[in-house]
């Protein structure tokens, strides 16, 4: 039996189906408007996004985005990076990402979300045996071990009001290929915001990784871009009503800090004039040079490193699908090359441009010999087929 905050939820994304059902323009982007292969480039890219922006933690700590092009420059650009181990070992974020595809995956035939935020947690658990020189984050390795899969809703950690950082929101795009329709809005929002916070339990944590699920479920829609993130807006409300439903689960801390994701998104969204997702994006004039760029990021975030939060990992991302018109070198100059947190920001934009755009324009030296390619093409192909038989 449903709890009655849960009921209001529910009954909030059935009023909205019944709307959409009459408004031509959200039923033109109501489905799977791409093939496996757009499935695979995602994932296969976000994979690449995280190597590149990590460079064997040299970039990712580098703060400087003009001695990044720098070195970029002097290895003869991106187009000549042949991304394969040793030199660009992926990080974290794909060892986390591919945690949770894995557990999305092994859920196939059972329904109950109990059942996957268990699966969730195992894997996350399991995966912290793959972190070496992969830098994992401080508080995704002291909150995964404090998970205990094996146990009723052993899957939850208390709130934390240091949960910001961008640790969920790197690792959650597989969500939005697994539940992509129009019409899944519900798990969409329940998984990303359930699985972003077992390490991140702050509405700017957590909302990260439901920025970057959702954004990946409007790519397999073809949803326009300029449209996202007022979608993003819309959909924080749904969010906010299902974190209220979760009685007993830290309503009233989850509450209070609520405000700082929705008014960074809003600020961001007035600066590009898409508030409403209505217009074409507006760039400031001297953005194409790297360190006008740095400065924006880093006037964006939480505490001066580009990226790092929930809310700019995905925010870093969505600006460089804006600007780059699907060229690939310009997607990675802005979301993998810059003076912040370059690898997450790498793995959330890599994983949109895929699904968006495919491989075709993208160097085969580039994601040819990614680590752990087949593991990565053959979890896409599954989440494929579970996304179309549900
Ligand atoms: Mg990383």
Redesign the pocket.
Known sequence: MLRKGHFLFRSKVEKIMEQAKSNKTVRKYWSVQTGREQYVAGMLLSSVG?ALG?KNGKW?FCQSGERIHQELKELGGVKNIHVCLPEWIV???TVMHLATADALIRNKNCLTKGNLYSLLAEEYKICMNDMEDR?PGVTCEEMVEKLRPLEEGGYRIPFNPKGGGCGAAMRSMCIGLRYPRFADIEDLIEVSVESGRMTHHHPTGYLGSLASALFTSYAVRKKPVREWGAGLLECLELAKTYVMSCKGIYVDENIKSWGYFENKWKGYLRLRNILDGKNEPSFPADFDKVMKRDQFYTMMSYDNWGGASGHDAPMIAYDAILACSGDWSELCDRAMFHGGDS??TGAIAGCLFGVLYGLDNVPKCNYKHVEYRERIEKVADELYDLAMTK
């Open positions: 995280d990590y990712e990080s974290d974020d830098a690898d997450s």
